[in-house]
């Protein structure tokens, strides 16, 4: 059967990060795999909201949630921080009188949450429903001697009770992916951590000190570049990283791919097409050495 489902870009894909939406896009036609794109979506309130009024924040994810149960489709996100959010949500509004308290919002307001509908990450739909094997024969221009370091960041991994899909502390489905298009991944030890996001804001330098460590890791065990299931990370590991390097005092330039960008690559998809001249970190030297054109 054609895989089908409710697309939430979050809010990151529809403005800093474009190239993200448009990746997966271009990807998903590749694969023939059907979005259909939640447009009157809501941000999902990136756990920011729900530390002042948890119950907004349900609302707003119970309403984005209830779209996809209109459609009846599951819910495909592209943002490691939303999928970490939904999944909470939507685990709370299966109990029942948080759903009833919940919807007693939401009459005339977008619908009502009944709790019908999945939340599947785009890596969770290439690992467990497209499949690795079907992804790898899939790619046509393999990634033959490239050497990925995977970056999961912290909202896809954990709590795990919300999310159930990886091991939180030594996940494998970025490598799986990584291999099936043919690139070989690094190993290290920042993979699982935090990226600084939440605290760029507080303290920016500690938040450079944590991008520099892990770059500056992943690039010395031999990473070509690093590729990421979550924008707020790529925003971290890349749009900053000309100020991580000046916290480090050392030179950096790694290149950081959105997990649909490396995918596209294997899948002879060009730049263009991957929106990789948007990434602030030069990719279009590692484009060419794989082949892309």
């Keep these: 059967m054609k895989l089908k489902y409710a697309y939430y870009t979050g809010c990151a894909a ?5 190239e ?6 271009a990807v998903a036609r590749a694969l023939d795999i059907e979005l259909i794109e939640l447009t009157a979506a809501s941000c999902c309130g990136a756990g920011v909201i729900g530390e002042l009024e948890y119950d907004t924040q349900l609302a ?6 209830a779209m996809a149960e209109q459609l009846g489709l599951n819910m495909m996100t592209i943002c490691g921080t939303c999928q970490g959010v939904i999944s909470r949500a939507n685990v709370a509004l299966q109990h029942t009188a948080t759903r009833d308290r919940i919807n007693q919002g939401l009459i005339g307001n977008g619908g009502i949450y009944k709790g019908t509908t999945g939340v599947l990450h785009l890596l969770w739909v290439l690992v467990k429903e497209f ?3 079907r992804l790898e024969q899939a790619v ?9 370091g995977p970056f999961y960041g912290c909202y896809i991994l954990r709590p795990s009770e919300y999310l159930g899909f990886d091991d939180p502390y030594n996940p494998r489905s970025l490598e799986g992916v990584i291999r099936a298009l043919g690139a070989e991944p690094v190993d290290y030890s920042g993979r699982t ?17 944590m991008v520099g460590a892990h770059l500056l890791e992943a690039k010395g065990n031999g990473a070509d570049c690093l590729v990421t299931p979550c924008p707020l990370c790529h925003m971290n590991l890349d749009l900053y990283q000309g100020k991580a390097e000046q916290e480090m005092h050392r030179k950096i330039g790694l290149p950081i791919l959105h997990l649909p960008q490396l995918v596209g690559l ?10 990789l ?12 050495d794989v082949g892309a054109t």
């Design 60 to 65: 707003m994810n119970a309403r984005n949630l």
């Design 131 to 133: 499949g690795l094997a």
């Design 20 to 25: 993200l939406d448009q990746a997966t896009q």
């Design 266 to 275: 294997a899948l002879g998809l060009g730049p263009e097409a991957l929106g």
């Design 277 to 288: 001249r948007r990434n602030m970190v030069d990719a279009m030297q590692l484009a060419a």
């Design 193 to 209: 951590k935090c990226c600084g996001f939440p605290i760029v804001l507080e303290n920016e330098s500690n938040a450079m000190k």
């Design 14 to 18: 529809k403005g800093v990060c474009p």
């Design 140 to 148: 046509t221009h393999p990634l033959t001697g490239l050497r990925v």
